[in-house]
């Protein structure tokens, strides 16, 4: 039987069991495989799958060669376009055809699919996240350090969420010490396909800067600068209030800046499978004349096997006006660490 009756096939079948209600989401990958079950989400290239027999899985978009989803989704493609509804196969290998809530339908490729969020799916289904251990090098003391990280990010029709928190510390002589900390919560609201609002609220410790600790408020507006097959690009600006408190105990008073944000993620699935994430950001005081401080980071993952990656992560610190009783205004290291993603 060749390929096109097998496809015209599929594709009655599947419009039959839609127009029942009865269907199932349905993904054809390249090798043949056929798949049966529940689409979850998608983000950065990959689909979430909850097959009947398999279970979870993860699904990279270039493998696939039909997709069925029966659910409503908002579906983001990577020419910034929002819609909403469900998705049926074509003709077409590697296409397929928005059905949206209007009554439009709208063809489009496979690997064009930069974002897809269930509106029925509970909590726990829009989820993703990942906890990373391992032992990292840093300039604060020149020695060997244990660090811990976590992400998660939660997605609705308009918002998006985003935790993540970071951990180096150190033991010397039976004694263990906070080298640095960051923990942000960061919130997104969508105003058109490309702008939208932004507020976060952040808690800081450096050592090596003596800082103490460093809670921060932001409220501000972002763009969508570059959304690709493989890679986007997200600018953040606004107004940020923060109180910090030295490692000689000096408590400051509320410093108000304008902050410089730009969040960058690059993906490659095929050989090797790479993944990369980072943020860069400068800080203008308003309220003490000429400090700038900047934060950046960026981590490096590689696949090893299926949901455990090896990652590499870079990040620098740099206030030209540290707390007062710091002998250095730049930290940089390196974290190395093991990685579980869901």
Do not use: C
């Amino acid at each position: 039987m060749s390929g096109r009756i097998i496809t015209a096939i599929f594709m009655i079948f599947m419009m039959h069991t839609g127009a029942l209600g009865q269907g199932k989401d349905t993904i054809i990958l390249k090798n043949g495989q056929t798949l049966i079950g529940a689409v979850k989400q998608a983000n950065l290239g990959a689909i979430r799958f909850d097959d009947i027999d398999l279970k979870l899985i993860t699904i990279k978009l270039i493998k696939i060669k039909r997709l069925v989803v029966m659910e409503r989704f908002k579906i983001e493609t990577v020419d910034k376009e929002f819609y909403y509804g469900s998705m049926r196969t074509t003709d077409r290998e590697g296409w397929v055809e928005i059905h949206t809530v209007e009554g439009k339908l709208i063809p489009l490729h496979i690997t064009h699919i930069f974002q897809l969020i269930s509106l029925e799916a509970g909590f726990f289904n829009r989820l993703t996240g990942s906890v990373t251990a391992g032992f990292s090098f840093t300039k604060t003391n020149g020695i060997g350090q244990f660090n811990f990280s976590g992400d998660a990010a939660y997605s609705t029709k308009l918002i998006d969420y985003s935790l993540s928190l970071s951990s180096i510390g150190s033991l010397d002589s039976g004694r263990y010490s906070r080298d640095n900390e960051n923990m942000q919560f960061l919130t997104t609201y969508d105003l058109t396909t490309t702008w939208f609002l932004a507020a976060q609220a952040q808690y800081q410790r450096n050592l090596e800067l003596s800082i103490s600790r460093r809670y921060l408020l932001l409220a501000g507006v972002g763009n969508k600068l570059f959304i690709k097959k493989t890679w986007r690009l997200l600018g953040i600006t606004g107004i940020t209030v923060s109180q910090e408190k030295s490692t000689e105990g000096v408590s400051s008073v509320a410093l108000f800046e304008i902050p410089a944000t730009l969040l960058f993620n690059f993906y490659q699935f095929q050989h090797p499978d790479i993944q990369i994430t980072s943020s860069q950001s400068v800080y203008f005081s308003l309220t003490q004349k000429g400090r700038i401080r900047y934060d950046g980071s960026t981590t490096f993952s590689w696949q090893l096997i299926r949901y455990f990656y090896f990652n590499m992560s870079p990040y620098i610190n740099f206030d030209n006006m540290p707390p007062s009783g710091s002998a250095s205004n730049f930290d940089f290291g390196i974290v190395v660490g093991l990685s579980y993603k869901f």
